[in-house]
């Protein structure tokens, strides 16, 4: 059984830096991406980025120069670091793992997709002077 | 990036009835779509993957149809347990969300 426990600061002033771990028991660490989510009070989800293994990045296009995820393969734990936050990073913050399904082969090569199983518990995250 | 529209945002039934949500993609996404399911202060829980997989553990009267860029989540025979926000999501091209769509008790 797979679970998810994060924590980090839940409380920040605008301009400083967002950091959150999120530590995966059981499961493979290595096969899985692994996801940052968040959802603004009141609102819906949004993807903010992932990470692998080897520690392969991708981050949604509009928080690029901002967002930094990074893997501790050593601990089995992956961090969140959102720079120069206001109000509007206001949200509850999810980590998750995204598992890996076999997409067939395209342009002679091995392709896979990752669907988010299992989730954390969340962490809110309040921006406020 | 992708831009997923569900619809409709709010659904009333009741206990007992079918109820479709419908998720559309702003290009084809094949079958990566995902659905979950979101109660008030909780992580979202998935329900449907490849576009029509029930999760394990899930009851058999979710169930999920659609390739390219039209989606359905069905419910059938509501429960009391059902009420609660339904979001997809495509995982073809990184990751994005519906805005939601919330079941609520008519």
């Known amino acids: 059984q797979v679970r998810l426990q994060q924590w980090g600061a839940g409380l920040l002033k605008p301009s400083e830096t967002l950091s959150l771990t999120c530590a995966v028991f059981g499961g493979s660490f290595s096969e899985n991406y692994w996801s940052w989510i968040r959802q603004p009070p009141g609102k819906g989800l949004e993807w903010i980025g992932e990470v692998n293994y080897s520690g392969s990045t991708s981050y949604k296009s509009s928080l690029k120069g901002r967002v930094s995820i990074s893997v501790d393969t050593s601990k089995n734990q992956f961090s969140l670091r959102l720079s120069s936050v206001t109000a509007a990073d206001t949200a509850v913050y999810y980590c998750a793992r995204g598992r890996r399904e076999f997409g067939g082969i395209i342009a002679m090569a091995l392709t896979y997709y990752y669907h988010m199983d299992v989730w954390g518990k969340g962490t809110t995250v309040t921006v406020s002077s | 990036d992708i831009q997923m529209t569900q619809s409709p945002s709010t659904v009333s039934a009741s206990v007992g009835d079918r109820v479709t949500i419908t998720c559309r993609a702003s290009?084809?996404?094949?079958?990566?779509l995902a659905w979950y399911q979101q109660k008030p202060g909780k992580a979202p829980k998935l329900l449907i993957y490849k576009a029509s997989t029930l999760e394990s553990g899930v009851p058999s009267r979710f169930s999920g149809s659609g390739s390219g860029t039209e989606f359905t989540l069905t419910i059938t025979s509501l429960q009391p347990d059902d009420f609660a926000t339904y979001y997809c999501?495509?995982?073809?091209?990184?990751?994005?969300f519906g805005q939601g769509t919330k079941l609520q008790i008519k």
């Open positions: 290009e084809s996404v094949i079958s990566w």
């Open positions: 999501q495509q995982y073809k091209s990184n990751y994005s």
